[in-house]
Nanobody
Framework: QVQLVESGGGSVQAGGSLRLSCAAS????????MGWFRQAPGKEREFVAT????????YNTDSVKGRFAISRDNAKNTVYLQMNSLQPEDTAVYYC?????????????????WGQGTQVTVSS
């Protein structure tokens, strides 16, 4: 079993930055693909970014390209989401997820473990 705990959320003004962290415990995630998803009020959860097990391949959804960056430190068993130029439409609960496969993973159903989420609120 893998336990995931997100941190780093909070409130920020438009144009600001936040760095989310996802700390894993229970077992190493070095062979897992990792991803970030978000759910805004009244909306379905959506894909944000994914990273392969080595960190050599990343992919962001179009709405965050050029602003968000996913990275990982396997030695620390941690995945990050650097969020810059935040906009009010980025307001959501952000979830970290782990998939028992090596390459990038885009679909929710393909992830095996989920964190509880961290709130990000961006004011205009």
């Amino acid at each position: 079993q893998v336990q995931l705990v997100e941190s780093g959320g909070g409130s920020v003004q438009a144009g600001g930055s936040l760095r989310l962290s996802c700390a894993a415990s229970g077992r190493t995630i070095s062979s897992y693909a990792m991803g970030w998803f978000r759910q805004a009020p009244g909306k379905e959860r959506e894909f944000v970014a994914t990273i392969s097990w080595k960190g050599s391949t990343t992919y962001n959804t179009d709405s965050v390209k050029g602003r968000f960056a996913i990275s990982r430190d396997n030695a620390k068993n941690t995945v990050y989401l650097q969020m810059n130029s935040l906009q009010p439409e980025d307001t959501a609960v952000y979830y970290c997820a782990a998939a028992r496969r090596g390459g990038v993973v885009f679909r929710e159903v393909d992830y095996d473990y989920w964190g509880q989420g961290t709130q990000v609120t961006v004011s205009s």
